[in-house]
């Protein structure tokens, strides 16, 4: 299959070896942008499908509650093993009640962005549960459907950059954010890793928008066989689900990569947020978490794996998350 | 029904959020409705006071997570003050009933409102008869010998009451529950989609000049839903060429057995069931041809509580023969009648004190000491009809063929209209509101917008196929049983026969089902089990040319049937 051999002439070497190896180097030079001009207007010429629902992104439309949950367990899972945890990730809300499991409004009274937005998709649920929700895209296109959408719906308090509305879009990148002095309790960039120029920087930047004790969540596709086969012989090529050239087989980051990544300290001299993983190379659960999440046709909906699943799962699809450590 | 009558003063809460600033506002609702112009905006606008739209709404409220996220607002056209404060006397029943099955039973104990039913005037079903009108070839279902009980103990199949009393049950839960705004005598004027840049969503103008936008819009709207004609949904399906009469039967009290059992005799022309209510009491739901009950309705009482009581007992021959006789002289007088069937028990040699028998027998003597033979099976005679009770309507089925549109959704009648010889249309209707609120709790859950496709869609894979099944059992078990060619009626006799045989099977199926305790793998009743072998039964005989292949691969169609029917609710739908 296409599976790009060690020392193409990629920009990036997508061998577990080439990546950890390059990431790393002491001195990176941070990059300008690491979003890719060509995938930006591939976007901008779907905007106006953003939002049907049966259309192009009929498949992430399904796939967003199966997120929403994950990032729901998670955070609810951090709370109740660490009640305290959040209130030091958000000292500014002293008076923050935990919430409990059956409150819809999980997210009440934390500071959550959301890189790569998109049309909203996602950042509309965040701000739905209750999250101070900030979401960018590099896209202007994609801020402009996305603000429209969400200020037809009177539930949202939304604006195009106020600082009191719940629910705010900027067009900007996660490298500029990044000079500002916010920091937020989570940060989500769902299905956007695949897409960028300079993962590493990309991941960098991400990371460094977390609040301590914060969250990170990333969604995308590993880079196997089965995922080459499903995601775009399957999805772009034979049945069009997805429009072709939406992915980029060789851009595809497997879990053990973005768990070599955060295994190793990001800054020099800083703590890693993965301090070890098991001997079958996954982290503790209260560090980091693989979820697979599979597309099964039959059903027309994606399934969130379950944990004890074998490593199949997580062949195509799948979910992470990472918590930075308090200091 | 009309709200102009009404000059009761209604205060109505109205805690729908005018755009901008919540507020909650009393107003009273009556002829004076200009209100200010724009809009207010609700997230679930449910159209249709009847049943299905009140439990909605009603589970809506109940649900803890909802509370606080959730605003309903419920329009209905017609003065629900006049079902909440709707009164009668023990003695006397409405003649519109529903049967419950254990499944909605459990369903109102959960959204609370079994407690607000008057629980006197509804009566467990602990035994239903069936039987075929030509072949006499009967089913007997027995809830006590089949091991199905409902939580609490009680061995019932099903629980009869009138509908009234479930709507002014639901009222009263209603009532207690702030998160529902009730708007009745208010009538949904038009439906049209929005303007607001990307929006489209359903702006609800009513006849009190409020406009409602809607985040979701809900029609449960009955048969000729406005919310699905604007949801541009079709429905396909037809009308059967039967009426339906219905009227409340009074008789004397049996001594041999509570009125707990069910009884109905397909006929060719449609079935007739006697489903009791009260010891005294039971309602008569009578599917037979236009003509016929257009007479019938119009008739002496006596007249139409002699037809019941010969066509659940006279031959078939001979009660075709009487209502050919009733067609060509509607005047027909109650002597002559009874004389009429005195005639033809005596021709076919039925005893006076047989229980078949019922021109010469007062009811009350009936009932009393030694059961006359055969009285198990034959529902007590009927002594007099309650006044002002007889009424029919017409047989339809409707199948809407999706039940979400653009942030619409359809429940009940306005998604599926069906056959009432199960008794199943207002099962179908409770189970969609029922399937809807959980589907709208997970989507507030996972921050989805309600009225997003993707927030519907377990809400339709759910119940589409699953109502679509009862529905074509349902149909088709009315079509087998007009038919009255020989070698049909003796396939559809012998399954029946061999299936009744069957107890310790019937009762390991039924058992083990009703055991587990979800309400989705409990059978909405022995229906189920019987619409399942007759499905077979059709097909089989199709394939076998009716004739001559015998018992055998009859009786293993539905020995197959039944094993899909145990195996069948297992399904792993709900994460």
């Given at each position: 299959?296409?599976?790009?051999?060690?020392?193409?002439?990629?920009?990036?070497?997508?061998?577990?070896?080439?990546?950890?190896?390059?990431?790393?180097?002491?001195?990176?030079?941070?990059?300008?942008?690491?979003?890719?001009?060509?995938?930006?207007?591939?976007?901008?010429?779907?905007?106006?499908?953003?939002?049907?629902?049966?259309?192009?992104?009929?498949?992430?439309h399904?796939?967003?509650?199966?997120?929403?949950?994950?990032?729901?367990?998670?955070?609810?899972?951090?709370l109740?093993?660490?009640?305290?945890?959040?209130?030091?990730?958000?000292?500014?809300?002293?008076?923050?009640?935990?919430?409990?499991?059956?409150?819809?409004?999980?997210?009440?009274?934390?500071d959550?962005?959301?890189?790569?937005?998109?049309?909203?998709?996602?950042?509309?649920?965040?701000a739905?549960?209750?999250?101070?929700?900030?979401?960018?895209?590099?896209?202007?296109?994609?801020?402009?459907?996305?603000?429209?959408?969400?200020?037809?719906?009177?539930?949202?308090?939304?604006?195009?950059?106020?600082?009191?509305?719940?629910?705010?879009?900027?067009?900007?990148?996660?490298?500029?954010?990044?000079?500002?002095?916010?920091?937020?309790?989570?940060?989500?960039?769902?299905?956007?890793?695949?897409?960028?120029?300079?993962?590493?920087?990309?991941?960098?930047?991400?990371?460094?928008?977390?609040?301590?004790?914060?969250?990170?969540?990333?969604?995308?596709?590993?880079r196997?066989?089965?995922?080459?086969?499903?995601?775009?012989?399957?999805?772009?090529?034979?049945?069009?689900?997805?429009?072709?050239?939406?992915?980029?087989?060789?851009?595809?980051?497997?879990?053990?990569?973005?768990?070599?990544?955060?295994?190793?300290?990001?800054?020099?001299?800083?703590?890693?947020?993965?301090?070890?993983?098991?001997?079958?190379?996954?982290?503790?659960?209260?560090?980091?978490?693989?979820?697979?999440?599979?597309?099964?046709?039959?059903?027309?909906?994606?399934?969130?794996?379950?944990?004890?699943?074998?490593?199949?799962?997580?062949?195509?699809n799948?979910?992470?998350?990472?918590r930075?450590?308090?200091? | 029904?009309?709200?102009?009558?009404?000059?009761?003063?209604?205060?109505?809460?109205?805690?729908?959020?005018?755009?901008?600033?919540?507020q909650?506002?009393?107003?009273?609702?009556?002829?004076?409705?200009?209100?200010?112009?724009?809009?207010?905006?609700?997230?679930?606008?449910?159209?249709?006071?009847?049943?299905?739209?009140?439990?909605?709404?009603?589970?809506?409220?109940?649900?803890?997570?909802?509370?606080?996220?959730?605003?309903?607002?419920?329009?209905?056209?017609?003065?629900?003050?006049?079902?909440?404060?709707?009164?009668?006397?023990?003695?006397?029943?409405?003649?519109?009933?529903?049967?419950?099955?254990?499944?909605?039973?459990?369903f109102?104990?959960?959204?609370?409102?079994?407690?607000?039913?008057?629980?006197?005037?509804?009566?467990?079903?602990?035994?239903?008869?069936?039987?075929?009108?030509?072949?006499?070839?009967?089913?007997?279902?027995?809830?006590?010998?089949?091991?199905?009980?409902?939580?609490?103990?009680?061995?019932?199949?099903?629980?009869?009451?009138?509908?009234?009393?479930?709507?002014?049950?639901?009222?009263?839960?209603?009532?207690?529950?702030?998160?529902?705004?009730?708007?009745?005598?208010?009538?949904?004027?038009?439906?049209?989609?929005?303007?607001i840049?990307?929006?489209?969503?359903?702006?609800?103008?009513?006849?009190?000049?409020?406009?409602?936008?809607?985040?979701?819009?809900?029609?449960?709207?009955?048969?000729?839903?406005?919310?699905?004609?604007?949801?541009?949904i079709?429905?396909?399906?037809?009308?059967?060429?039967?009426?339906?009469?219905?009227?409340?039967?009074?008789?004397?009290?049996?001594?041999?057995?509570?009125?707990?059992?069910?009884?109905?005799?397909?006929?060719?022309?449609g079935?007739?069931?006697?489903?009791?209510?009260?010891?005294?009491?039971?309602?008569?739901?009578?599917s037979?041809?236009?003509?016929?009950?257009?007479?019938?309705?119009?008739?002496?009482?006596?007249?139409?509580?002699?037809?019941?009581?010969?066509?659940?007992?006279?031959?078939?021959?001979?009660?075709?023969?009487?209502?050919?006789?009733?067609?060509?002289?509607?005047?027909?007088?109650?002597?002559?009648?009874?004389?009429?069937?005195?005639?033809?028990?005596?021709?076919?040699?039925?005893?006076?004190?047989?229980?078949?028998?019922?021109?010469?027998?007062?009811?009350?003597?009936?009932?009393?000491?030694?059961?006359?033979?055969g009285?198990?099976?034959?529902?007590?005679?009927?002594?007099?009809?309650?006044?002002?009770?007889?009424?029919?309507?017409?047989?339809?089925?409707?199948?809407?063929e999706?039940?979400?549109?653009?942030?619409?959704?359809?429940?009940?009648?306005?998604?599926?209209?069906?056959?009432?010889?199960?008794?199943?249309?207002?099962?179908?209707?409770?189970?969609?509101?029922?399937?809807?609120?959980?589907?709208?709790?997970t989507?507030?859950?996972?921050?989805?917008?309600?009225?997003?496709?993707?927030?519907?869609?377990?809400y339709?894979?759910?119940?589409?196929?699953?109502?679509?099944?009862?529905?074509?059992?349902?149909?088709?078990?009315?079509?087998?049983?007009?038919?009255?060619?020989?070698?049909?009626?003796?396939?559809?006799?012998?399954?029946?026969?061999?299936?009744?045989?069957?107890?310790?099977?019937?009762?390991?199926i039924?058992?083990?089902?009703?055991?587990?305790?979800?309400?989705?793998?409990?059978p909405?009743?022995?229906?189920?089990?019987?619409?399942g072998?007759?499905?077979?039964?059709?097909?089989?005989?199709?394939?076998?040319?009716?004739?001559?292949?015998?018992?055998?691969?009859?009786?293993?169609?539905?020995?197959?049937?039944?094993?899909r029917?145990?195996?069948?609710?297992?399904?792993?739908?709900?994460?």
């Open positions: 299959m296409a599976r790009m051999a060690p020392g193409e002439s990629q920009a990036w070497s997508w061998t577990a070896r080439g990546w950890a190896s390059r990431s790393f180097l002491p001195q990176p030079p941070p990059p300008i942008s690491t979003v890719n001009d060509a995938e930006v207007s591939h976007f901008s010429r779907l905007s106006a499908l953003w939002w049907d629902e049966r259309g192009e992104f009929a498949l992430l399904k796939m967003n509650p199966h997120r929403i949950r994950f990032i729901r367990e998670k955070v609810l899972e951090v109740q093993a660490q009640p305290d945890a959040m209130s030091a990730a958000a000292p500014a809300s002293s008076t923050h009640i935990p919430p409990s499991l059956e409150s819809p409004r999980v997210l009440e009274g934390m959550v962005l959301d890189v790569g937005c998109g049309g909203g998709i996602l950042s509309e649920s965040l739905r549960l209750g999250a101070n929700t900030l979401a960018i895209d590099a896209s202007a296109e994609n801020i402009g459907i996305a603000t429209r959408h969400a200020a037809a719906d009177p539930g949202l308090t939304c604006s195009a950059a106020s600082a009191s509305a719940t629910l705010s879009f900027r067009h900007v990148t996660a490298e500029t954010l990044v000079q500002e002095p916010k920091r937020f309790d989570i940060v989500c960039s769902m299905e956007v890793v695949e897409h960028v120029d300079n993962p590493a920087a990309f991941l960098r930047s991400c990371a460094e928008l977390v609040k301590p004790g914060g969250h990170l969540f990333l969604s995308t596709i590993a196997t066989p089965l995922s080459y086969l499903l995601t775009i012989m399957a999805a772009e090529k034979v049945f069009r689900l997805v429009e072709p050239g939406t992915h980029t087989f060789s851009k595809f980051v497997n879990p053990e990569e973005l768990i070599g990544f955060f295994t190793k300290p990001l800054m020099p001299g800083a703590r890693p947020w993965i301090s070890r993983t098991y001997a079958h190379g996954l982290p503790t659960r209260i560090e980091a978490e693989v979820r697979g999440i599979v597309y099964l046709p039959w059903r027309g909906d994606w399934v969130l794996a379950p944990r004890e699943t074998t490593p199949w799962s997580t062949q195509a799948y979910l992470f998350w990472v930075k450590p308090i200091e | 029904m009309r709200g102009a009558s009404s000059n009761i003063r209604r205060a109505v809460r109205v805690a729908c959020r005018r755009r901008g600033s919540p909650v506002l009393w107003r009273y609702f009556s002829d004076s409705g200009t209100d200010a112009p724009g809009h207010e905006d609700c997230d679930v606008v449910v159209v249709g006071g009847g049943p299905a739209g009140l439990a909605l709404a009603s589970a809506l409220a109940s649900k803890r997570t909802l509370r606080g996220s959730v605003k309903v607002t419920l329009v209905e056209g017609s003065d629900l003050s006049k079902i909440y404060n709707w009164d009668l006397p023990p003695d006397a029943f409405s003649n519109r009933v529903v049967s419950l099955t254990n499944a909605t039973l459990d109102l104990d959960e959204i609370g409102a079994w407690t607000h039913v008057d629980v006197e005037r509804t009566c467990p079903i602990e035994e239903m008869q069936v039987w075929d009108g030509i072949s006499d070839a009967r089913m007997d279902f027995n809830a006590a010998a089949l091991g199905i009980s409902r939580r609490g103990g009680s061995n019932q199949m099903a629980r009869l009451t009138e509908t009234l009393n479930l709507q002014r049950g639901l009222l009263r839960r209603l009532r207690e529950q702030p998160n529902v705004t009730l708007l009745d005598n208010t009538k949904v004027m038009n439906i049209s989609e929005d303007d840049p990307g929006g489209a969503w359903p702006m609800v103008q009513l006849s009190d000049g409020v406009t409602l936008r809607a985040r979701l819009l809900v029609g449960a709207d009955g048969i000729n839903s406005p919310v699905r004609s604007y949801s541009k079709d429905s396909y399906g037809w009308d059967y060429p039967t009426c339906a009469i219905v009227a409340t039967l009074l008789h004397p009290p049996r001594t041999f057995r509570p009125n707990t059992c069910a009884y109905q005799r397909f006929l060719p022309t079935p007739i069931a006697f489903l009791p209510l009260s010891p005294t009491a039971s309602s008569l739901v009578w037979t041809s236009p003509a016929l009950a257009a007479v019938l309705t119009k008739t002496d009482p006596a007249v139409l509580t002699s037809m019941i009581n010969a066509a659940f007992r006279l031959p078939e021959v001979s009660v075709r023969y009487l209502h050919g006789h009733l067609l060509d002289v509607p005047s027909l007088s109650p002597d002559d009648l009874r004389a009429e069937i005195s005639f033809r028990e005596q021709a076919h040699a039925i005893a006076p004190y047989s229980a078949l028998a019922s021109a010469n027998v007062h009811p009350a003597e009936a009932g009393v000491g030694i059961p006359d033979e009285a198990h099976g034959l529902p007590p005679l009927v002594a007099d009809i309650q006044p002002g009770t007889v009424a029919s309507f017409p047989l339809r089925f409707r199948h809407a999706a039940y979400i549109g653009n942030r619409t959704a359809l429940i009940g009648d306005a998604a599926h209209v069906i056959h009432p010889l199960a008794g199943q249309g207002l099962n179908l209707g409770l189970g969609d509101a029922a399937a809807l609120a959980r589907c709208i709790q989507a507030v859950m996972h921050g989805g917008d309600i009225g997003s496709r993707t927030a519907l869609v377990p339709t894979r759910e119940r589409y196929f699953e109502n679509h099944k009862m529905m074509s059992a349902v149909d088709k078990l009315h079509k087998l049983y007009a038919s009255t060619a020989p070698p049909l009626v003796w396939a559809r006799s012998t399954g029946v026969e061999v299936l009744n045989e069957l107890d310790t099977l019937k009762a390991g039924i058992g083990a089902a009703g055991g587990r305790s979800s309400a989705h793998s409990v909405g009743s022995p229906w189920e089990m019987v619409a072998g007759v499905e077979t039964l059709v097909s089989g005989t199709r394939v076998m040319g009716a004739v001559g292949t015998g018992l055998r691969s009859v009786a293993g169609g539905i020995l197959q049937q039944l094993g029917v145990a195996s069948g609710p297992g399904k792993d739908q709900r994460e």
